[in-house]
């Protein structure tokens, strides 16, 4: 599956409930000789109408074959644009239940305080999550379920100092979640603070923005006391790029974004452990809806 996908040639994918589908795929479509194309996401939508049209033939269950350009993939991760659903391709997977189970329901985060990178360290595993202080108690997301929203208010324009040409030419829009907190927008942080002292070599992890899909380019910049930029990450210039975090820390970054729309970035942890192991966690894709 990654030398194909890596390669952007098809990909046979076979997956046994909707559900499953519609978090890896942006689009499903279900074809039969006897029904008419029919889109069955968002997912909310997926299991109702994709069973509803299967029950008017024989068929219970459904598999999922890509036919559209891969959004991310990293080791044996893959989202895609678009899968085309064709019944009667598996085994019956619906038999022992009347309907799959539903999708994690998407929550958007728009205002307040988010460890929107937030590294853990469990059963000797790396994993990304997603500390959602926006409630109370804070809670701990999967990435995959959380949409990133940067409000209209966060738009501005690019400054006059040549030090900021990487968020594009003075004067050009811009939207920024801001390094210090805006009460009236989102306020996404980075967190080491699960990581205890001592695990890893020179109490340090690493995050690589492996990749990113949207309409303009995306960074993450802090700002010092007299306001000169220290970039950190910026896909405009090319991916990946690495951040070193230091263990059991938290930090604030400005997160720049230079047109509206929709992005989606594939962010990925390593380190090394103090025995030498080094660890790996899954690629995490986090999805910014901008203005």
């Known amino acids: 599956m990654t030398l194909l996908a890596g390669t952007d040639q098809t990909v046979l994918v076979a997956l046994h409930d909707l559900a499953l589908a519609a978090r890896y795929c942006d689009r499903l479509v279900l074809l039969c000789a006897r029904l008419p194309q029919v889109d069955v996401l968002p997912r909310t939508r997926a299991v109702a109408i994709g069973l509803n049209s299967l029950m008017k033939t024989i068929v219970i269950t459904v598999s999922v074959v890509s036919v559209g350009p891969i959004v991310a993939m990293e080791g044996d991760s893959v989202r895609f644009r678009t899968a085309l659903l064709l019944p009667g391709m598996v085994a019956a997977a619906l038999?022992?239940?009347?309907?799959?189970?539903?999708?994690?329901?998407?929550?958007?985060?728009?205002?307040?305080?988010?460890?929107a990178v937030d590294v853990h360290y469990e059963d000797g595993e790396l994993e990304l999550h997603v500390h959602d202080e926006t409630v109370d108690p804070g809670v701990e997301r999967d990435p995959a379920d959380v949409v990133f929203r940067v409000l209209p208010g966060a738009q501005t324009t690019v400054p006059a100092d040549p030090a900021y040409r990487f968020l594009g030419q003075a004067g050009a829009p811009v939207w920024i979640l801001p390094e210090a907190q805006d009460p009236d927008l989102l306020w996404p942080g980075?967190?080491?603070?699960?990581?205890?002292?001592?695990?890893f070599a020179g109490d340090q992890?690493?995050?690589?923005?492996?990749?990113?899909r949207g309409p303009g380019a995306l960074s993450v910049f802090t700002t010092d006391a007299f306001g000169a930029p220290t970039v950190l990450a910026n896909s405009g210039d090319g991916t990946p790029d690495r951040l070193t975090l230091a263990t059991g820390g938290h930090q604030h970054v400005n997160w720049g974004f230079t047109r509206a729309g929709t992005y989606k970035a594939v962010f990925q942890a390593s380190g090394t452990l103090a025995d030498g192991t080094r660890v790996v966690s899954d690629p995490a894709v986090y999805t910014f809806q901008v203005g």
């Not at 992890?205 to 990113?212: H, K, N, Q, Y």
């Open 205 to 212: 992890v690493a995050l690589t923005l492996r990749r990113v």
């Open 95 to 115: 038999a022992a239940s009347t309907l799959p189970a539903a999708a994690t329901p998407v929550v958007v985060l728009s205002q307040g305080h988010v460890d």
């Open 190 to 199: 980075l967190s080491t603070e699960e990581l205890e002292a001592g695990v």
